[in-house]
């Protein structure tokens, strides 16, 4: 069965960073793309940014780009979501999803960032 | 702004059919936007229903189709049922590595 489990959320400080992680099982890891997207208290989702099966290529959505960095170590089924720079909008349930035909098959049930002073 | 357009909201009644559709703002929707829909509902992760336009997930009924529809992309529903009171979510790829979701449609059976 596949799963993705998200870690690492948590309270920080604007400015601040934080390591997300995404354990990955049930399925061959690194075979796929694998994406992270956001959901803020009372919002919609959004995409955030998604690495290649290897990790040799990166996107990055606009609010993100520069803060935000994705990577991926396929020894451990492990992704992950360095932030950095942290703001207040950044708050959100964070979940990381499998990619597949350019869009995602399975979710992880999230972790929680809390930007706040 | 937003760039994938969304019904904010539609109501069904149970048993009938509905369908949800989701645009692009700079022009029109076609298959090589690889459109996907996702359920979800309150506290919950999302659900993937279909991707590639109409290729729905594992386990997913076959009462949810996904199509083009002119210029947009479309979930129908057929046989609405009450546990289908759900916000639904479309995504498109834009290219160039980027995924934009819309704003998604609170649909209510009632």
């Not at chain 2, 109501?11 to 645009?23: E, K, R, Y």
Request: glycine letters at 12%; one cysteine or more.
């Amino acid at each position: 069965e596949v799963y993705l489990e998200e870690s690492g959320g948590g309270l920080v400080q604007p400015g601040g960073s934080l390591r997300l992680s995404c354990a990955a099982s049930g399925f061959t890891f690194s075979s796929y793309w694998i994406h992270w997207v956001r959901q803020a208290p009372g919002k919609g989702l959004v995409w955030v940014s998604r690495i290649n099966s290897d990790g040799s290529s990166t996107s990055y959505a606009d609010s993100v780009k520069g803060r935000f960095t994705i990577s991926r170590d396929n020894a451990k089924n492990t992704l992950y979501l360095q932030m950095n720079s942290l703001r207040a909008e950044d708050t959100a349930v964070y979940y990381c999803g499998r990619g597949r035909d350019w869009g995602f098959d399975y979710w992880g049930q999230g972790t929680l960032v809390t930007v706040s002073s | 702004q937003t760039v994938v357009t969304q019904e904010p909201s539609f109501s069904v009644s149970p048993g009938g059919t509905v369908t949800l559709t989701c645009g692009w703002r700079s022009g029109s929707v076609a298959t090589n936007y690889y459109p996907s829909w996702y359920q979800q509902t309150p506290g919950q992760a999302p659900r993937t229903l279909i991707y590639n336009t109409n290729v729905r997930s594992s386990g997913v009924p076959d009462r949810f189709s996904g199509s083009i529809l002119g210029n947009k992309a479309a979930l129908t529903i057929t046989g609405a049922q009450t546990d289908d009171e759900s916000v639904y979510y479309c995504v498109l790829y834009t290219g160039s590595g980027i995924w934009v979701f819309g704003g998604g449609t609170k649909l209510t059976v009632l």
